[in-house]
């Protein structure tokens, strides 16, 4: 059976297509099935941003054909791990949770690299481009880890 994982942000145009692009690229796709949405519904079937499409494409890889999608409490039937990119997009789907099931199932993605401290990935929307070379470099380190803790069958 497939680990099923899934990335959150506000608008699922910039930190979770990044996620999902990089963690998708880490695992193998046959074990591992990684999606990713937003808590907000502002770019439902939108593209990722520029800017992101552009530092995935610098690192090579193609997030160009994810499309945006709102997070739903269906997710959490769907999805095995949840991970969420700040604690505002935590509260939000938290506030969703039917269950201690499910709120076990959501994680603040960072940390994977910074463990209990709560930090955020900062929204890189309004940041310009070293924004999103920034969020790209924590989000690479957050998903090594998760992509390690696969392999080894601890996630």
């Known amino acids: 059976?497939?680990?099923?994982?899934?990335?959150?942000?506000?608008?699922?145009?910039?930190?979770?297509?990044?996620?999902?692009?990089?963690?998708?690229?880490?695992?193998?796709?046959?074990?591992?099935?990684?999606?990713?949405?937003?808590?907000?519904?502002?770019?439902?079937?939108?593209?990722?941003?520029?800017?992101?499409?552009?530092?995935?494409?610098?690192?090579?890889?193609?997030?160009?054909?994810?499309?945006?999608?709102?997070?739903?409490?269906?997710?959490?039937?769907?999805?095995?791990?949840?991970?969420?990119?700040?604690?505002s997009n935590f509260s939000n789907v938290i506030s969703l949770a039917r269950t201690e099931e499910d709120r076990k199932k959501v994680h603040l993605i960072l940390d994977e690299i910074f463990p209990s401290e709560k930090v955020d990935v900062p929204d890189p929307y309004f940041g310009g481009e070293m924004g999103f070379e920034n969020v790209y470099k924590m989000l690479n380190e957050a998903c090594d880890s998760i992509a390690e803790k696969i392999k080894n069958k601890t996630l």
């Open 1 to 87: 059976m497939k680990t099923r994982i899934l990335m959150v942000c506000l608008g699922n145009i910039c930190r979770s297509p990044l996620a999902e692009g990089l963690l998708k690229s880490k695992v193998n796709p046959s074990e591992v099935f990684v999606d990713s949405a937003g808590t907000g519904d502002y770019h439902i079937g939108d593209e990722p941003d520029r800017r992101s499409i552009a530092i995935a494409k610098k690192n090579q890889l193609d997030i160009s054909q994810q499309r945006g999608r709102q997070f739903s409490a269906q997710d959490f039937e769907d999805f095995d791990h949840i991970y969420v990119m700040d604690n």
